[in-house]
Each structure stands twice: as structure tokens, then as C-alpha cells.
């Protein structure tokens, strides 16, 4: 979606590896997918629809990333800037539906919260948002077409799930799709 997302907004051509790289990925999603296809409960259909959601929220971010980095804005500014907007929100939001707050006293939770707050949410972003200036949103959203190897990895790790040949064939895919796509050399 990010590459579809900058050429319609930035007038631009986006290199047809890219596109074929994009390809790739969304077969291989579907590669992992398609043992579980026979059992589409309304969760799975649910879970599909939020994924598609999410994707093109984050495509419009790679945008406006792009958008920023084009005009030299702060990354360090601008990921404040939404930091702080997001949980104003959510103050706001959970105000509106007096849902009422209690700290935890566990320390699991105040070092779980720590963690995400700074180094998987605001770290991670300020990272993302200097590879987006150093290599370009096109490329840099491949990072996500890493996610089924990563995800499908960590779960065999955890023993959530069993390797089976839809889960090598489909995280060999997404390899292969994003080495595709961020390959120098036009291939297509």
C-alpha cells in the first residue's frame, strides 16, 4: 500500500520491483494463512479486516513520514507531537466513557510500560522514521514484509505453532519478496 499511497500523492514512479517485492508478500501472507482459510469464524474475518485497516493506516504514516522527512521536520519533534496527541486522546476518550483509572502496584507492569513506551513504541518509531529519510518509505515499508518471518519464528519459538511446509514456504516467500524489492538493481 505504501508505494500505491506515494505515487498517487507525490506524483512519483515507484520501480516495478517494488511492486513485484509487494506481490510476493501478499502471497506469502496468504501461503501461512491458508491452512486456517477452512475455518473462517467471524474472529479470523474480524482479524483479516483490522489487518487491512491497520495496513493502510500505517501506509498513510509512511506518507506523512516521507512527507516530514521531504521537508526536514524534527523526528524526535514530530514523534513527540504524536506521542502526546495519541494518549490526549485516549485521556480524552476514556473521560468521555468515565471509565476510571487504578495503578498497578507489580513491577512486571511499570517495566512492561516502560518498555513499550520508550523502547518499542517511541525508540522504534524514531528509528523507523530515520530509515524512511535514509533509504525512502517505499523502501523502508518492507520492514513489515518481514513480519510473517518474524512472527511466524517467534511463534514456533514459543510453541504456539507447529513448522509446517505452508510456514516455510511462506516466510521463504516474504524473504525472497522483500529482497525483491529492496534489491539496487532494477529486475523487471
Not at 17 to 24: E, H, K
Not at 47 to 55: E, K, N, S, V, Y
Not at 125 to 151: C, D, H, R, T
Request: one cysteine or more; aromatic letters at 12%.
Amino acid at each position: 500500500m505504501t508505494p500505491i499511497f506515494i505515487s498517487l500523492v507525490f506524483k512519483s514512479k515507484i520501480a516495478n520491483r517494488i511492486y513485484l517485492g509487494g506481490v510476493i508478500d501478499l502471497i506469502s501472507v496468504v501461503v501461512i494463512l491458508f491452512p486456517d482459510l477452512n475455518q473462517l469464524t467471524s474472529e479470523f474475518i474480524i482479524g483479516i479486516i483490522m489487518a487491512l485497516i491497520g495496513t493502510i493506516i500505517t501506509s498513510i504514516g509512511d506518507v506523512l513520514s516521507l512527507y516530514n522527512s521531504n521537508n526536514n521536520t524534527n523526528p524526535v519533534l514530530a514523534n513527540t507531537i504524536g506521542m502526546l496527541s495519541a494518549v490526549l486522546f485516549l485521556v480524552i476518550y476514556t473521560g468521555f466513557k468515565s471509565y476510571s483509572y487504578t495503578l498497578p502496584q507489580e513491577p512486571n507492569f511499570w517495566f512492561g510500560l516502560l518498555y513499550l513506551a520508550i523502547f518499542a513504541s517511541f525508540l522504534a518509531w524514531l528509528f523507523y522514521l530515520k530509515l524512511i529519510s535514509n533509504i525512502g518509505a517505499s523502501e523502508s515499508g518492507y520492514m513489515v514484509a518481514m513480519f510473517p518471518v518474524i512472527g511466524g519464528g517467534a511463534s514456533v519459538l514459543m510453541g504456539e505453532t507447529q513448522i509446517n511446509l505452508n510456514l516455510i514456504v511462506g516466510i521463504v516467500l516474504a524473504c525472497f519478496g522483500a529482497y525483491l524489492a529492496l534489491k539496487k538493481k532494477e529486475i523487471v
